[in-house]
């Protein structure tokens, strides 16, 4: 009859705690009508916390709301307790339409209740996780940019000893101090219908694209800009899906036009603009331009992609500073990324005998003149990445010539009688590559 009685009164309570659900409630307190918490069962994790269980935490006056003391919204954890009060209370900053996550995780005999407040008003609360985790978890999508409270209620308002919780605000992503972008151009060697047919050859320059952030592409089509816009779209369309199944995941998108193609991570970049260059310069093979943007950091960006002609190098190269600098007040973006078949070497141009490209001083130069870019034996830097002043805290002073034969099998890359089996087959030209800063842009 005894253990009959125990079994009611239990279902009692259980019932009673499903019915009293916690919704938007007044600042004062109200408690749900629960089983009560067994302390002994987190006894063993107290010895764990560098925090003190048996004296208040370093938070403390934070009683109210005008007490309330800062929290980031980084994930960070803050270390707390009830040991002199039942409550506590926490402000964070929030930007309008971000989602945040207000979460408790407890220590000794602790049991949490979290309410969300905009000013006086109750926005959100939660006081369990689960049955079997008296932790407190919700998610919040911020209406306004603005200061919001948090209130963090000990169930029951018991407090003492033992009784501690860690609490952390989890926001957007947050970009680290080091993060960073690879970007990269591509001479592709007239990626018309007859390559986009050879299917070890494109896999090796899918895998080769999904290797960076941002790709520009040149010769998509033909080698001229002959190849119609009907006919370089199919192409990239089905190239794309290629990508995408190297990098095991749908992350890549592209935009394209005369025999260009810009291949980005739409996961990591946003992309604000693109057209064909219209400014006053003259070009063989008109530029794509584009203005680019990264999700998470501080990095924005305009990126012109250019093929020069090898018969008027010398002039067109010369052009270049100008067409950036037109890019630049296009988007009112001083940072400008120049990258591209330049055939900036050779008997098309003097490239200068230090390190940077000559005709370039006051611009920062990312594949030096010692860089060969060329898979024949010719020593040349035809493929560069030319960058305007202002990206010195941006560029990260990392680059590379990336050589297909020291990541795939090229023995098996079909081509023309003269290069299958070899690297050629892939391209003539090797792809080059810069390394920039996401968090370090300053204009």
């Given amino acids: 009859m005894k253990k009959l009685s125990l079994l009611i009164l239990a279902a009692i309570l259980a019932l009673a705690a499903c019915s009293n659900p916690i919704t938007n409630l007044p600042e004062s307190d109200l408690d749900p009508v629960k089983p009560s918490y067994d302390a002994s069962l987190d006894a063993g994790s107290v010895a764990d916390r560098a925090i003190s269980l048996s004296g208040p935490d370093a938070y403390e006056q934070d009683d109210s709301r005008t007490a309330s003391k800062a929290i980031t919204p980084d994930g960070t954890r803050q270390q707390r307790n009830f040991y002199d009060d039942a409550n506590d209370w926490l402000s964070f900053t929030a930007v309008a339409g971000k989602t945040y996550v207000i979460e408790t995780w407890l220590v000794g005999g602790a049991d949490t209740v979290v309410y969300l407040y905009d000013g006086s008003v109750s926005l959100a609360s939660n006081d369990d996780k689960s049955a079997d985790d008296y932790g407190s978890r919700l998610s919040f999508t911020a209406p306004a940019s603005k200061t919001y409270y948090i209130k963090v209620y000990s169930y029951n308002g018991l407090k003492g000893a033992n009784r501690g919780y860690d609490i952390s605000v989890t926001g957007p992503s947050i970009t680290p101090p080091n993060a960073t972008i690879t970007v990269a151009s591509f001479n592709t060697c007239i990626f018309g219908n007859t390559k986009l047919a050879r299917t070890n050859t494109v896999a090796a320059m899918a895998g080769t694209v999904a290797r ?232």
């Avoid at 006919?231 to 036009?257: E, H, P, Q, W």
């Fill in 212 to 443: 960076f952030d941002l790709v520009a592409m040149q010769e998509v089509g033909s080698n001229a800009s002959a190849a119609s816009d009907a006919t370089c779209k199919a192409i990239m369309d089905a190239f794309i899906i290629k990508v995408n199944a190297a990098a095991g995941a749908d992350l890549y998108s592209y935009v394209r036009g005369n025999q260009y193609a810009i291949v980005y991570r739409h996961d990591k970049l946003r992309l604000d603009d693109y057209r064909l260059y219209s400014g006053t310069q003259t070009f063989s093979y008109t530029p794509l331009v584009a203005d680019f943007a990264v999700i998470n950091g501080s990095f924005d960006f305009s990126v012109v992609t250019i093929h020069t002609s090898p018969s008027k190098a010398t002039a067109e190269i010369a052009s270049l500073k100008t067409a950036m600098q037109e890019a630049a007040a296009l988007y009112n973006e001083s940072d400008v990324i120049c990258l591209g078949d330049y055939n900036a070497d050779g008997s098309y141009y003097a490239e200068g005998t230090g390190p940077g490209l000559s005709g370039f001083d006051s611009y920062l130069t990312g594949i030096p003149n010692t860089a060969d870019t060329t898979v024949a034996t010719n020593n040349y830097t035809y493929d560069r990445v030319q960058m305007t002043p202002s990206m010195a805290s941006d560029f990260a002073n990392q680059y590379g010539v990336f050589h297909y034969a020291d990541y795939y099998d090229v023995t098996i890359c079909e081509g023309a009688a003269t290069t299958a089996g070899k690297e050629e087959a892939i391209s003539d030209h090797y792809p080059v590559w810069c390394v920039f800063n996401t968090a370090k842009d300053t204009d």
